[in-house]
């Protein structure tokens, strides 16, 4: 499990809000090193900045709300604020100023704070209404609230960017002091290298940790599809006894059930449904309090860091959806889900190979300060996924399908 949950009181971390160090950043070219360096991207394009330029010139309060598919995002974003000439924050969550003292030192002079995700953090939303209410710098908020690893698919949304965007956008009203808009981000990584060579050496080392012989003579699509059978078969082993029926999606559903069930009706008192995150953030927001204060024995503290693994467990089996791969075989998808069994299996993803990432904005959303109180869902936060996930469906078109002599996509899916 990665060191995402962090067993200490927590300690809002405002954002450096000077120029000499985003500049200096920007200068230097820092960003660039970083993401070549640990997440292989050596390009990039961007596309429709002029969208974005619009709404700095017009003086909006201005939120950026792009897809989170991989750990580099926010310095992937770095790009387009220095083609634009300007600087950002961003909302990042506070494990990660926890790493070292070197990434949080340079996650905050890049204009990062911190926001609480195992609690109501009132000072990170007071910050991020104060950004925009001022108009201070573009804002980035990472809505899905995690990263997913699956580039063309977004996770469910939280609705709190819905709520800071309009609070502010009430503000600036009252004051008259212009509008808050939101501009959705596509990010789409393509994979530039020969993928069968560069992940060959991965699967190999898994296959091996199944006591297996290399799969070399399966297609790629059936060497991925073979792992993942065997890790959800391990999985099921562990929690039910034995492997269980039905289709992969439903199987799937079972074990994040089996998982979170027992824990939502000890914290919660019922079971729920519904998005995996949301349920996830709950029960963490429930569990971890008395963690962080201390105020348990050995055994029961050593029982909720067993909660809190099966809670990870839950959101790892959520981040595989069953018909990405059948409907839509492309190389990147592939080198997601390879990069996914890694990172679940060792905490850590090496490069793979060369990546280029394309940075569309999309069309400014206007955020109005009051809310349709009969609608079924937040009507801003329906309008940002839909928009956004448009635009992934449109850049996914870009990858190509991948081939290595037989019609993977032909296979049937894994019942």
């Given at each position: 499990m990665q060191n995402i949950v962090i067993e200490k009181p927590y300690r809002f971390i405002p954002p450096y809000r000077g120029h000499w160090w985003p500049s200096f950043i920007h200068f230097c070219r820092l960003s660039d090193w970083y993401l070549r360096r640990n997440e292989g991207v050596v390009a990039y394009e961007i596309r429709e900045q002029?969208?974005?330029?619009q709404s700095l010139e017009a003086g909006h309060g201005i939120l950026l709300t792009p897809n989170h598919c991989r750990n580099g995002d926010p310095l992937a974003l770095g790009w387009l604020a220095r083609s634009l000439?300007?600087?950002?924050?961003?909302?990042?969550?506070?494990?990660?100023?926890?790493?070292?003292?070197?990434?949080?030192?340079a996650i905050r002079r890049m204009g990062a704070f911190s926001i609480y995700r195992e609690g109501v953090d009132r000072q990170a939303i007071n910050m991020a209404i104060q950004i925009l209410e001022t108009a201070e710098r573009p804002l980035i908020i990472f809505p899905e609230g995690a990263v997913s690893r699956t580039n063309d698919r977004l996770n469910a949304l939280l609705d709190g960017v819905a709520f800071i965007a309009r609070t502010a956008a009430k503000r600036r009203a009252k004051q008259a002091a212009g509008k808050v808009v939101i501009h959705p981000v596509a990010l789409k990584y393509r994979f530039l290298g020969d993928l069968r060579a560069a992940c060959d050496a991965t699967l190999s080392d898994i296959e091996h940790r199944f006591s297996w012989q290399p799969q070399r003579q399966s297609s790629l699509f059936d060497r991925i599809r073979k792992l993942g059978r065997a890790l959800l078969c391990l999985k099921e082993i562990e929690y039910f006894g034995c492997e269980q029926p039905g289709t992969v999606a439903e199987r799937q559903q079972g074990l994040i059930?089996?998982?979170?069930h027992p824990l939502e009706k000890e914290w919660h008192g019922d079971t729920k449904c519904g998005p995996v995150v949301p349920r996830v953030k709950a029960l963490r927001m429930k569990i971890l309090p008395d963690m962080v204060e201390g105020r348990l024995d050995a055994?029961?503290?050593?029982?909720r860091w067993g909660q809190l693994a099966d809670i990870y467990l839950a959101q790892q089996v959520a981040s595989y959806p069953p018909d990405y791969l059948v409907s839509r075989p492309t190389v990147d998808r592939f080198l997601e889900f390879i990069q996914r069994f890694e990172e679940d299996l060792t905490d850590r993803v090496h490069v793979y190979g060369a990546l280029k990432v394309i940075i569309e904005v999309g069309e400014a959303i206007e955020v109005h300060p009051q809310r349709d109180r009969h609608a079924e869902e937040d009507p801003l936060m329906a309008e940002i996924e839909r928009r956004l996930q448009g635009m992934l469906d449109r850049l996914a078109q870009e990858s190509p399908l991948y081939d290595d002599g037989e019609a993977a996509a032909a296979s049937p899916p894994a019942k």
């Open positions: 002029a969208r974005l330029q000439g300007c600087h950002l924050f961003a909302m990042a969550s506070w494990h990660l100023f926890n790493q070292s003292r070197f990434m949080a030192f059930n089996r998982l979170l055994a029961e503290r050593q029982r």
